[in-house]
């Protein structure tokens, strides 16, 4: 099953066709990220049949060459945002990996979605278009994994994105819920919840292929 199939039902909406126009009214009126051409990166990396793990984020990064259409990743050319530079030291203290490349696509090619609630924010003014609706799209998104999916783990940092486990079929997927990993809050909770070895164990006793992080 290919996302073209799944998505259809709502693409064709006139909710979507309606959320559309507001987004090319947005990237028309003012600087938006992520580039246009990668609204749906996340997607067109991670095919519906392909997705093993779902990283859910809140909106994209805000400011200038920062996004690039999967959540917490950034192109190699930009400073490393703090809660992705924390990411990397968990990773290290939870795997050995020490992790260079800021771009996460290679783990989205691997199976794991990173999807953002929100696809597109305006430049410099963090979760301005959470009004927009996309949440209904990316909603749309997470149920139809949960109910035409078996075994995908589903990681959830911080309180904004444990709200999606009520969309989630808790009976046939894995949550991994914990803290955010922004500087706020990776204290609590965060550092040391080793999500990236229980993300392959999970994976392993479904005999699954594990993720390869580094």
Known sequence: MTWKKVLNPIKESDYFKNLWEKVKFQYNSNK???PKNEIFRALELTEFEDVEVVIIGQDPYHNDGQANGLCFSVSENV???PSLKNIFIELKDDTGIERKNKDLQDWAKQGVLLLNATL????????SHKDLGWETFTDYIIKEISDKKDNVVFVLWG???QKKALLINQSKHFIIQSAHP???SVYKGFFGS???SKINNYLLEKGKKPIVWG
Not at 120 to 127: G, I, L, M, S, Y
């Open 159 to 161: 309180a904004f994105a």
């Open 32 to 34: 938006c990220f992520p």
């Open 120 to 127: 597109t924010v305006k430049a410099h003014e963090p979760n």
């Open 194 to 196: 080793k999500p990236f």
């Open 79 to 81: 400073t490393a945002p």
């Open 182 to 184: 922004s500087p706020f």
